[in-house]
Nanobody, 126 residues
Framework: VQLQASGGGLVQSGGSLRLSCAAS????????IGWFRQAPGKEREGVSC????????YYADSVKGRFTASRDNAKNTVYLQMNSLKPEDTAVYYC????????????????????WGQGTQVTVSS
């Protein structure tokens, strides 16, 4: 299974970016898809998860109302639309797949996920 993340870059505070994560070797419609980020010196944190257990999309409190995760089954690709970006959103962003059922409180635990993309850098300037 390979995940190819793209779409990162440098943007000013208040701007927008859309990250993409294209999968090969696994049908994303069957898995739970997570987005994580890791800033320098910090632990990897969950940003969002499209659950395959309860059909919900989960978000970290820090991004609710600003980020939207979606999935295009025909393209086997997931997206993370990021609006109203803030300097504290600066991090390397990763997509990940849990091939089992995932949702509820476990979605933000990186240990739950089976495969990871290579990460894409997002830098938000003030």
């Amino acid at each position: 299974v390979q995940l190819q993340a793209s779409g990162g870059g440098l943007v000013q505070s208040g701007g927008s970016l859309r990250l993409s994560c294209a999968a090969s070797g696994f049908t994303l419609a069957y898995g739970a898809i997570g987005w994580f980020r890791q800033a320098p010196g910090k632990e990897r944190e969950g940003v969002s998860c499209i659950s395959n257990m309860d059909g919900r999309t989960y978000y970290a409190d820090s991004v609710k109302g600003r980020f939207t995760a979606s999935r295009d089954n025909a393209k086997n690709t997931v997206y993370l639309q990021m609006n109203s970006l803030k300097p504290e959103d600066t991090a390397v962003y990763y997509c990940a797949i849990d091939k089992g059922l995932l949702g509820g409180d476990g979605w933000y635990d990186p240990e739950e996920y089976d495969w990871w993309g290579q990460g894409t850098q997002v830098t938000v300037s003030s």
